[in-house]
């Protein structure tokens, strides 16, 4: 654990990683993402099957959602179509979280700010008492996306959240 991490808890229980966010990943990653390479998606795939096979299994695998607004620019949910080939098809919902706002681009913003910018911007309409739940997403930067999604999930009634990311972003100085 990080030392943010000790000071201030995340709602999830564990991420389960495969590779760093540093070149050359990131570019593939973000070829697949804006210039819609999905050719990319079958070898991305595969690698982010790596860090779900470290789990101990889950009642309930939940992809990052996207806005409807976000979902139309782009044509595709990109952590969909990364589970796609390989998920449980009984454990896998698509609609089992919904993003309420089209917030600013995480991207886009500072690390400070990005925990305010998707604090309360997800709905659960699940009853998900007692449940191991997965969020899955292809990268984590500040963890603010995945930390607002468990809690959302947490307020839903899941025992448990971890998150599977494809990629994780270290801190640098001056972030």
Same mark, same amino acid.
């Given at each position: 654990m990080c030392g943010q991490c000790l000071r201030s808890p995340p709602a999830f229980e564990r991420t389960l990683c495969q590779l760093a966010y540093a070149f050359p990943l990131d570019a593939l990653i973000q070829r697949y993402k804006y210039q819609h390479r999905l050719a990319l998606a079958g070898p991305l795939a595969q690698l982010l099957r790596g860090a779900a096979l470290q789990s101990a299994g889950v009642d309930l695998i939940l992809p990052a959602p996207l806005h409807p607004r976000r979902l139309r620019e782009r044509g595709f949910n990109q952590v969909l179509e990364l589970l796609r080939p390989w998920a449980d098809r009984g454990a896998l919902r698509r609609d089992g979280i919904s993003r309420q706002r089209d917030d600013a681009h995480q991207a886009a913003l500072p690390w400070q700010q990005r925990a305010k910018n998707v604090k309360g911007t997800f709905a659960c309409?699940? @009853?998900?008492? %007692?449940?191991?739940? =997965?969020? *899955? @997403? @292809? *990268?984590?930067? $500040? %963890? =603010? $996306?995945?930390n607002e999604l468990a809690r959302t999930l947490k307020q839903a009634g899941a025992g448990e959240v971890e998150c599977w990311v494809l990629a994780r972003a270290l801190p640098h100085a001056g972030r």
């Open positions: 309409p699940l @009853d998900l008492r %007692g449940q191991k739940i =997965a969020i *899955v @997403d @292809d *990268v984590m930067t $500040t %963890g =603010a $996306t995945l």
